[in-house]
Every structure is written in C-alpha cells, then in structure tokens.
Nanobody, 119 residues
C-alpha cells in the first residue's frame, strides 16, 4: 500500500502563485510517472502535468508557460509550481503516481488539495 500526502493548496488572488507537493511513501520498489490532475465543479478530472522517471514533462495547453512540474526522486516527491494563476485554475488538485512493488505495477491517487483563485 502506498500513501500520497499532498500539501500546498489554498486561496490566492489572480496572478499569484502556489506550490503543491505530493510525497509518496510505503511499499515502493520504484516510481515511474508522477503527475497532477485537477477537477473543477461540474467538470471531468483532467491532466494538468506529468513527469516521467527520466524527467520528461507533459503539460495541458491551458497551463503551459505558467505551471512547472518537477520531482525529487530521493524523496519520492513531486511538485507543481503554479504561477500567474487564473480563476479558471480553481479546482481540487490530485496527485497521481505510477509505481512498482515487487509483485505488481500500480497506480495511486492522493486525497486532493483545494486551489481557489479569486479574481
């Protein structure tokens, strides 16, 4: 079982910044892709950004140039630096991790952290 602990959400004014963190712990042999998704009220969950174990990144078009995903492999932690925040970035943000144990390749979700951007 893997635990994902997210932090860093909150309330910020438009144009401001926030940094989300997600730390993974538990029965982990290795971590492959790590990412952030978000879900706004009444909308489907969508990919915001992802990063592979080798450091390759992928971003939603709506956040390119404003958000930066990074990871610290020694700490099993993924970060999302969010700059120039807009009201449409308001959502619950979820960490997602693809990892391997000695027996299986699995996927786990964080509990979610609320990001609210006021205009």
């Amino acid at each position: 079982q893997v635990q994902l602990v997210e932090s860093g959400g909150g309330l910020v004014q438009a144009g401001g910044s926030l940094r989300l963190s997600c730390a993974a712990s538990g029965n982990i042999l290795s971590i492959n892709a790590m990412g952030w998704y978000r879900q706004a009220p009444g909308k489907q969950r969508e990919l915001v950004a992802a990063i592979t174990s080798g450091g390759s990144t992928n971003y939603a078009d709506s956040v390119k140039g404003r958000f930066t995903i990074s990871r610290d492999n020694a700490k099993n932690t993924v970060y999302l630096q969010m700059n120039s925040l807009k009201s449409e970035d308001t959502a619950v943000y979820y960490c997602n991790v693809h990892y391997e144990t000695a027996y299986a390749a699995l996927r786990s979700w964080g509990q979610g952290t609320q990001v609210t951007v006021s205009s």
